[in-house]
């Protein structure tokens, strides 16, 4: 346990540090890799329909097979990297370890990414916020203005909050590296292909569900030290536990509405609503109270929200995992 700590303390650091370095091959990518592999070797194989509903049993056993297969591959890997780096030393073992789990954090990468959007918004530059915040959403950027640009970017930085720090913190907390790698290959799985579109509406449905079932704690969680932390950066912490309470179901997702709920009460904005995915308008509930129009400087502000939130969670996740320690007899 205390290795482990020393693990998370070494991977949020090296992710503050560094991010994401770019043309750097990431595990991630390799999990979508496997993920587009498996998919046209198994609709292959299964001879699944084209058809948008036939073959609806077929296509979610498919589905199913892609999820277990992915999730034994990638949640071996890091064992096995573990235990050949423990023939050589615990030093380097600890060190390959922390870099494992960094890797599964993006912490500084959404703070990066979120930026250059914000940085071509206070240029007033519609077409290089829409391709900057393309890069960092699902629905369709071409027709978004700059408040619609603005609030999807606040939105991502909520809900990736929790999906692309807190849920692998809380995994490796519990489980370790490999279940930091066993979270993001199922967050990567969903992100991939747990659409509700034609192509994905049941071959995707196992992706989805066990995604909804990984983030629902971590959601939560997200969502209650946000709110704590607008209280200590100065912003509407009772708006920001008001609206949590109140709109955090109104999303289509079971778990991204906590977070994005919280940040906009947080800064007393109006966030969702109506988007394009796909080309296809699809309806969507307002949350929050449309206090004040939002601006590029929420993106600014939402980060800190999501700072102060991921280092309250990683101080309070340390010191009971050290609780622990003490009444288990470990230290």
Known sequence: MYERIMILIMALIVDLVFGDPHNWFHPVMAMGRGIEWLEKFLRRCLHISEDPEAGRGKK??????LVVLMLVIFTVIPLIIHNIATMFGETLTWAIDAFLAYQMLAMKQLKRESMKVYEALKRKNIKDAR???????GRDTKRLN?????????ETVAENASDGVVAPLLFMMVFGVA????????NTMDSMIGYKNDQYKYFGTAAARLDDICNFIPARISALFMCIAAMFLGLDWKGAFRI???DARKSTSPNSGQTEAAMAGALGVELLGDAYYFGKLVHKPAIGDSKREITPEDIETANRI????VFMIYFVGIMIMRTVMLYSGWI
């Open 60 to 65: 979610q056993f498919a589905g199913a097979i």
């Open 131 to 137: 391709e900057a915040v393309s890069m960092i959403v």
């Open 146 to 154: 700059m408040t619609g640009v603005t609030k999807a970017t606040v």
């Open 179 to 186: 279940g930091g790698w066993f979270y993001k290959t199922v």
């Open 244 to 246: 949590w309470r109140r």
């Open 306 to 309: 999501m700072y102060l939130s």
